[in-house]
């Protein structure tokens, strides 16, 4: 029986926990940090002694080549464009979304429940059954190769973060909208003046997960942004790391990693918000 | 003046909802449903970009399904894949819950240690890396060769393995399917486990007879949304891959980019779009709908 375990025996347990767990969480991460290694390892090391993490002759020459970029644009652009996108899109899309969670969440209205259904099913759409028409409707307009095809569409709020908030707003007590109201409150005045200031932690969940994700994005910013002066950090890398080009490892692993670190950083600091957002919605991290 | 009064709070609500929720209309009808429709006539067509679109009915089709090998290839690459991957990753993902379901000190960490991977997992600069790792002189071999196996190829360059690198890549991010798991594990009332062992119930028997039916709507959840990630993998296939060797990962997606962005036959690659749209769709449908045999809803036990 458990209770009935020896001090010595439930030792032993609690040994085999931490050093199995912890072994298999060091495999886990050895790639992150293996990345991070190379890239203050000298040229000559990066192969010779592959599966150390620990470089010999550490140096940050990698970081230096590396941030020269590529085409006369250095690294310094890319993050630029990256942080601008990836702000905009997050504040964008939490203002919309948070908005539209409120109308869901809290009047009802003909023909709620259509529209509501509407957007389950969109969150089940492929980006790539989109990407083909809008691409043609954004080229239309003349936006190729502006930051606009991905910041716009970021205006009309995202399902996913219309959800959270709607949970969140759901779990807010009715009776405080209404006493507004009854007070002779707008509904926009409730919005803004009740609601909104309770809003605010699921809104900065939001925005972490939104910022994450922007920074993440690969595939529109390829298919949009096409002139290496509007190149994200993900484009850049793509271009910067083709097996055809240049092979300076050391400056590949160095500027990888070195797009990791924002996201890395958000994580640390705020890996609870991160991790109750997925456990809570259950959503693709 | 009683009677009209809810008459005026239903055309007020109305109101108000309908311009709270205008954005969220106006971004469905503009870039949702409108270029659905475009979408669904374009595969109807030939289309370059620069000339207009020209009718061709079902050619499209036609010649996907029966005159485009690499079409069926890339299908079977996909399903391959997200078979492999999916389960694998799920399976994981129970697994590493299962452990980190105690008290004990430090759990907290480990949490957070096994989630680093799912942070930065889909990003370029991991697929950048990935492919060296498995390259002819990365760590694969080098690990290979330490534990005295002799091994020099190029695993993503060799197509019997190129697309076991990717699958190992997608279950490698098991965080987020590991961490509702959690929160499902969390949710199971103990004295039910209690009770079980009162009676004798072994470990393996409360694990197949608790936990896991309890817990599997969440499985369930977690299926869907995966697959659906898994058929439309893209990123790591174009950077560490590029579809290579011999199209073995020459994945759906990828495959659709190809055609439509670097080839400009955007009815072909509207075309592909929509069996994509079809087979998903087609895929929730029959997951829900089974789902009623084997999944088990704690609110159904109540009545």
Do not use: C
């Given at each position: 029986m458990a209770h009935a375990a020896s001090p010595l025996r439930k030792k032993t347990q609690t040994f085999l926990f931490h050093f199995l767990v912890g072994a298999s969480a060091f495999l886990m991460i050895y790639p992150i940090l293996w990345l991070a290694a190379s890239s203050f390892k000298p040229a000559e090391e990066i192969w010779t002694r592959?599966?150390?993490?620990?470089?010999?002759?550490?140096?940050f020459k990698n970081y230096i080549n590396g941030w020269q970029g590529f085409g006369g644009l250095t690294f310094g652009t890319f993050f630029k464009n990256s942080i601008i996108i990836s702000g905009l899109e997050t504040l964008f899309v939490i203002i919309s979304s948070t908005i539209i969670s409120y109308g869901f969440a809290r009047i009802s209205f003909p023909g709620k429940g259509l529209w509501f259904s509407c957007m389950l099913a969109t969150t089940?759409?492929?980006d790539q059954i989109k990407i083909i028409p809008q691409y043609i409707f954004f080229g239309y307009l003349g936006?190729?190769?502006?930051?606009l095809p991905l910041l716009v569409?970021?205006?009309?709020?995202e399902a996913f973060f219309i959800f959270m908030l709607m949970q969140f707003i759901r779990g807010i007590p009715k009776e405080l909208d209404e006493a507004a109201e009854i007070d002779g409150c707008g509904r926009m005045y409730t919005f803004t003046h009740i609601l909104l200031p309770l809003l605010k932690p699921p809104m900065f969940t939001a925005a972490i997960f939104s910022f994450y994700w922007s920074w993440g994005d690969f595939f529109k910013p390829l298919i949009y942004l096409n002139n290496p002066k509007l190149y994200t950090l993900s484009v850049a890398l793509r271009s910067f790391a083709d097996?055809?080009?240049?092979?300076?490892w050391g400056a590949i692993f160095a500027m990888s990693f070195l797009s990791l670190v924002p996201v890395l950083v958000l994580f640390v600091c705020f890996q609870r918000y991160l991790t109750e957002g997925i456990a809570s919605t259950g959503l693709k991290g | 003046m009683k009677s009209s009064f809810p008459r005026n709070r239903k055309i007020r609500d109305a109101r108000d909802g309908y311009a709270f929720i205008s954005l969220w209309l106006i971004g469905f009808f503009a870039l949702t449903l409108i270029p659905l429709l475009f979408s669904f006539y374009l595969s109807f067509t030939d289309y370059d970009l620069l000339t207009p679109p020209v009718w061709t009915g079902l050619n499209n089709f036609i010649t996907m399904f029966t005159k485009d090998p690499r079409y069926w290839k890339s299908v079977f690459a996909t399903l391959y894949y997200a078979v492999a991957a999916v389960p694998l990753r799920l399976i994981v993902a129970l697994a590493i819950a299962l452990v980190l379901n105690?008290?004990?000190?430090?759990v907290a960490v480990y949490r957070a240690l096994y989630y680093a991977p799912s942070i930065v997992g889909s990003s370029v600069a991991v697929s950048v890396m990935w492919r060296q790792y498995f390259g002819t002189e990365g760590i694969f071999n080098a690990l290979l060769n330490m534990l005295g196996i002799p091994s020099n190829i190029s695993w993503t360059g060799d197509p019997r393995f190129a697309i076991w690198t990717l699958i190992l890549l997608a279950a490698w991010q098991f965080g987020s399917p590991m961490l509702v798991f959690l929160s499902g594990l969390k949710q199971i009332p103990s004295e039910l486990y209690e009770s079980a062992s009162i009676d004798g119930a072994s470990g393996i028997k409360k694990f197949f007879k608790i936990t896991l039916p309890l817990l599997s709507p969440v499985i369930l959840f977690n299926l869907i949304m995966q697959m659906i990630n898994g058929f439309i993998v893209f990123t790591p296939a174009l950077i560490i891959t590029n579809g290579q060797p011999l199209d073995t990962t020459n994945f759906y997606a990828l495959y659709l980019y190809k055609r439509g962005?670097?080839?400009?036959q955007m009815g072909y690659a509207s075309g592909m779009a929509w069996i994509l749209l079809v087979v998903i769709s087609v895929f929730s449908i029959f997951i829900f709908k089974t789902s009623s045999r084997w999944v088990f809803y704690e609110t159904e036990r109540g009545r």
């Open positions: 592959v599966l150390s993490l620990i470089p010999q002759n550490p140096t089940m759409l492929p936006w190729i190769n502006t930051f569409p970021k205006l009309f709020g097996p055809g080009g240049m092979t300076d | 105690t008290n004990r000190k430090g962005f670097e080839n400009f």
